[in-house]
């Protein structure tokens, strides 16, 4: 009797999972009251001996483990304890790794998948919709449907990666929807006009070329010319890209460190120069507290005392540096130099070692494309702290891509 309860309760664990993969971008709300319930089942199931042996001997969810308790850790050198606390419950949303690896079930693996891969679908399609026309949603480009679309594009930049890596030379009903779905994935990043999500594509689509067919002479001077062409027809034919790419070069032109920073002219600033307004000041902040940085939450303090209250204030009215009632500095190397000086870094770059190295020894191209498409995107979003849509995306991902290449290679 008691073993069929606590099999149920198995169960309903891992229905709960796949519904939390369905409600990745509906409210990050969602995701944390699953969690909590999760938490309440992880508890009442008891064999927590086992659970916290699988736990451990997980290198991926030691990694998060690690970057979660780093963010608690953190709270004891914090001075604004308020702002600190407040933040802390982004990174508890990597919670939900342990549970999944500690309780799975095989059979729900691939559930896991499908509520991933069709969640991403579901709003591709979503935002295309409305994007055109079709649909009226009251639609807010940095509100797409439910998800902020920098975040949503370099999500959508994976789904294209996993569909595009899943296609074999055969002709089928399969591999032509596969095909379908890469298009519509990547005319849905185009038109989302996210710089780093166009520059994801690029990346995304050389390393399935590499992987595939192997680094020869031959594979690259194609793959040039390719990309060469595609490039091209891409700009000639998308008023979108043209205005990305010429904004950048714009930008880029237009700072000038001396004149922006230094003697702050703020009419120099645009979206791409503000970044490297947000880094250099980041940086600083991280320059005072090189070791062990300023705290969890210590970040929007730092700046007022940096450049003062009011220069703080035009600077995220004008560049929007604020999000998550933190200080922002669009680059999460950079972000967590400030926030935890070198000790942050290295724990930084150790996470994404272990994620990465478990990855390719997988030998399974969505996971790795996944991973790199991460770190890519680091270099311009914090996005495995100052997102509530993203955070869940990724940890259930990496652990759902992590149990997929288990099962594959236990197949083959």
Known sequence: MQYNIKNKLYILTNILIVVYGVSLF???????????????????????????????????????????????????????????????????????????????RKEYIKWYKYALIGTLVFTGILTLLIQIGILDMGYNPDEAPFINRVYLGIMLVFAYGYFISEITFKLNMKNIFLFL?????????????????????VIVSLLIVFYKYKFTIKIVFLTIILSI?????????????????????NSINKFDFQEQIINKKHELRTSLNCRFEFWYYAYEIGNKYPILGAGTGDGILELEKLIGKEESNLLFKECNGSGSGQFNPHNLFIFMYMQFGLVGLLLLFYMLYIQLSVAIKSKYLPFIILVVVTITSMFSLSLLFTSMYFIPFYAFSMITMYLVSQEKKLND
């Open 26 to 104: 509906i409210d990050w709300k969602v995701s944390r009251a699953i969690i909590e319930i999760l938490l309440i089942l992880w508890i009442i199931t008891g064999d927590y001996k086992e659970k916290i042996q699988k736990i451990i001997n997980n290198k991926i969810t030691i990694s998060f483990l690690l970057f979660l308790l780093l963010f608690l850790v953190g709270l004891l050198w914090t001075e604004d304890m308020r702002a600190g606390l407040h933040i802390i419950k982004y990174p508890m949303l990597y919670l939900i790794v342990p549970i999944i690896i500690s309780m799975y």
């Open 181 to 201: 779905f890469s298009l519509l994935m990547i005319y849905s990043v185009i038109i989302s006009a996210s710089r780093m999500a166009l520059i994801n594509i």
């Open 229 to 249: 062409i595609i490039s091209f027809l891409t700009y000639s034919y998308s008023n979108t890209v043209q205005h990305v790419v010429k904004q950048t070069i």
